[in-house]
């Protein structure tokens, strides 16, 4: 694939990807997400920083998606989840056959897409970390090749998007069984976004504190009950053990949900646990997903709070 590729969402994720293509040679264009929300400046230098010590940087184009007419190439989502709805419906008549890939957390973040009916939808797991530092500077952690599957498409345009999408500091793989790896993901960040921001701590405190392990392994147990009523099934002791490696080496680091909660921005806790628990639902069986819809709704209550005050 030798078309442009656009990343919507100018967050640590997009600009991260936006340098590494960019310095790969591809023809990269940063879209904002947010409707209303004009771009700042019609270019931006951005600066990579990795955890090796080395550093990247790239002068990459931003623009508002009004100011697009058609995306002619890959279209890359790495904006928050929640906006789902509302950006399937600006970027409908957009696109036409381009494919979309949804970096994105959650549980069903491609629905509002399949309902609107985009022809070409592939889902990512994102097995790589990047924090804003300063104004178009990140900090970017590498940690495995991840994943991209098939939601709506052919498995030979995977292998194409994936060709395209990778560079030696952040590899994709193509994979077949996505929806194991999205719920493994799912699980482990329904812990992490839920609990860590309810005690106001880092994510280390897993891999530190037995009373909190023994509460993430309820919520896991839950949500493995609820994945498995779907047709997932999943290695207990190999999600937990993920879980508490993911703890050691993210140790003094806050969850995105906690930084937004201390920003007073919106959450994605209604894809992550408030997903699983309306999933549940839906099977009629909520008392699948108690814990898990607790500390959901206690954390969207607390996000709630803090866009208040």
Known sequence: MNNP????????????????????GKDVTL???RQGSPAETDEASITVDSI??????ATVPVRSLEEMNALNGPVLL?????????LAQRLNGKTGQSPLVLLQNGLGVEDPFLEAGFPRLYRCVLLATSQVQAPYVVRYKPVAASPVGVVRGHETELSELVATLTT?????????????????????NCVFNAICPLLDVDNGIFYRNESALALAREVIDECLAVAKKVGVGLDRAEVEQRLLQISQ???????STLVDINQGRETEIDSLNLAVARLADRLDQPELATKTRLLGELTRLKAEKSRIL
């Open 5 to 24: 590729i656009y990343i919507i969402g100018v967050g640590a994720i997009g600009m991260t990807l936006a340098v590494l293509l960019k310095q790969a």
């Open 168 to 188: 030696p500091q952040f590899p994709f793989r193509a994979e077949v069984a996505i929806q194991q790896a999205i719920w493994e993901k799912v699980i482990t």
């Open 249 to 255: 080496r993210s140790e003094g680091q806050l969850i």
């Open 31 to 33: 879209i904002r997400g």
């Open 78 to 86: 790495t904006s928050k989840s929640f906006g789902n709805r509302e």
């Open 52 to 57: 090796d010590g080395t550093s990247l940087s």
